[in-house]
């Protein structure tokens, strides 16, 4: 159910500018790599979503755009509900603490260059495979179970 909601947080977050993409997809893949191997395999082998996992993954962190993307969003929601849901000075002070800890975080994570492929368009912060650059993934590594069998499409 979260891996579900965070995956529609994460399309989202790539027709919004301000709305991150690759948290969401991270916290997608931690609950579908725990609960559901078809799903996590279909989550990677996604021409769109794949990259944000694999980049994170294997230690190359996230692009630029999407660490500032995360980091305005992050400060907008901890300033509004510092300044105007929290009502408790201690409160405010842990969530301040929180933010800083996350932003801290993701500015001590790599930088990934963003792509630079002709055959790729920037929507938001993630690159999009033009029509003549979709590869087709029947067969893929990432859209077979732990045993080799392709998953169901």
């Given at each position: 159910?979260?891996?579900?909601?965070?995956?529609?947080?994460?399309?989202?977050?790539?027709?919004?500018?301000?709305?991150?993409?690759?948290?969401?997809?991270?916290?997608?893949?931690?609950?579908?790599?725990?609960?559901?191997?078809?799903?996590?395999?279909?989550?990677?082998?996604?021409?769109?979503?794949?990259?944000?996992?694999?980049?994170?993954?294997?230690?190359?962190?996230?692009?630029?755009?999407?660490?500032?993307?995360?980091?305005?969003?992050?400060?907008?929601?901890?300033?509004?509900?510092?300044?105007?849901?929290?009502?408790?000075?201690?409160?405010?002070?842990?969530?301040?603490?929180?933010?800083?800890?996350?932003?801290?975080?993701?500015?001590?994570?790599?930088?990934?260059?963003?792509?630079?492929?002709?055959q790729t368009e920037v929507v938001g912060?993630?690159?999009?495979?033009?029509?003549?650059?979709?590869?087709?993934?029947?067969?893929?590594?990432?859209?077979?179970?732990?045993?080799?069998?392709?998953?169901?499409?």
């Open positions: 159910m979260i891996g579900s909601l965070s995956v529609v947080a994460g399309v989202i977050g790539i027709l919004l500018p301000l709305v991150p993409t690759t948290p969401f997809l991270l916290l997608a893949a931690w609950c579908f790599a725990r609960s559901s191997p078809r799903f996590y395999g279909l989550l990677l082998g996604n021409r769109w979503f794949g990259p944000y996992i694999k980049n994170y993954r294997d230690g190359r962190g996230m692009t630029a755009g999407a660490k500032i993307s995360t980091l305005i969003v992050l400060w907008i929601a901890i300033g509004f509900g510092a300044g105007f849901v929290a009502p408790m000075m201690w409160l405010r002070v842990v969530l301040v603490a929180i933010a800083s800890g996350v932003t801290l975080y993701l500015l001590r994570l790599p930088t990934t260059p963003a792509r630079k492929n002709p912060d993630v690159s999009l495979p033009t029509t003549a650059a979709l590869p087709s993934h029947r067969g893929s590594d990432a859209c077979r179970d732990r045993r080799g069998t392709p998953l169901a499409e």
